[in-house]
């Protein structure tokens, strides 16, 4: 009697780009591979116990595809379909994918690959958002400097005015110039800090610091405001700078605070802090086996349509008083850690998601 042959091992479909599982005729799954984890936001072991006709919107055609191929009536076929999102962070999002399904040498098993239609635009996007983060980088560093020497100038020169002058009422304007100098030189200051790389670089908890942006941010907003934790505790540590890092998730976080001003003052302002591992994750042109997937969800108004592609841009606020460079200084920390950030927005629920590899 010939052994039942044994299923393919997990870690082959692992490296794949796209979302892979294996499922007998009816559809229940014996195989998932990283990237449906991700996608579905969903554990393997939950993945395992379920259907694959449970996670479409319509199971119609897939259901008829793997009768079909089971069958031999067809060795293979592909049609377009959207894919139910149902973990915590995705839950309520559709993903349209493109699937094909394929006899495997069993005619009881069946490999269903799914791409994800908008993967390449996705990707495109994310390289564009570096070119032009880079290319904001190098203009505002160009500005800053050719700020900041006249205003070195226009400083002392009040200083020595001052010393010149006897009038009260002619001190007060020195005193101005003064003042708007400095306030100005810290602004220029605040452009060129970003440009460092990162410098105090040692071993970084994640949950650290989000633990430390939320004891910052509750002494800020004793009340209205419930800040929620969300941790995957079997995250590992990595190399990093974590200032920067507490800086870059304290901006974020601040951001959000402002969105809910009205909700604070009405009592049900609610920010979630949200950790995941994310398996076989691409960043910029980069793959990377394992990566640090970090969401600031709120509760807010969302993002305005006018501002949604230009968030990150420097100087740009969505806000009266705003100095726009809170999420620029964010994605500037996030990238020198060979991370992106990316916001999902539509009213009543904000993510901004950081990615970040790890070793």
Known sequence: MTPPMPLPADDAYDWLATMVTLVRPDGQCLLANAMLENALGLSRRTLLRGNVLDWMEDAGPLRDTLRAVARNEVATSRFDARLRRTGLAVAGEWLPVHVIVNQTERLDWLLVEMIEIEQQTRQDREERALDQAQA???????????????????????QLLAMELDARELLEYTSVIIHEADRLQALVDRLLAPHRNPH???????????????????????????????????????RGDREQLIQALLNIVQNATQALSERIGRGDARIVL?????????????????????????????????????????????????????????????????GTITCSSIPGRTIFTILIPLP
């Open 136 to 158: 904001s980088k190098e203009l505002v560093r160009n500005l800053a400097h050719e700020i900041k020497n006249p205003l070195g100038g226009i400083r002392g020169a009040a």
């Open 200 to 238: 105090v670089v040692g071993d970084v908890n994640i949950h650290e610091v989000c633990e430390r942006v939320r004891a910052l941010v509750m002494v800020e907003h004793p009340s209205g405001l419930e800040v929620l934790r969300d941790y995957d505790t079997s995250l590992p540590e990595f």
């Open 274 to 338: 949200r950790t995941r591992v994310a398996r076989q994750v691409t960043i910029g042109k980069q793959r990377s086996r394992l990566a640090l997937e970090l969401h600031v969800e709120d509760n807010g108004p969302g993002v305005p349509e006018s501002l949604k592609d230009r968030i990150f841009h420097p100087l740009v606020s969505g806000r009266e008083g705003g100095s726009g460079l809170g999420l620029t200084l964010a994605q500037t920390f996030v990238q020198q850690h060979h």
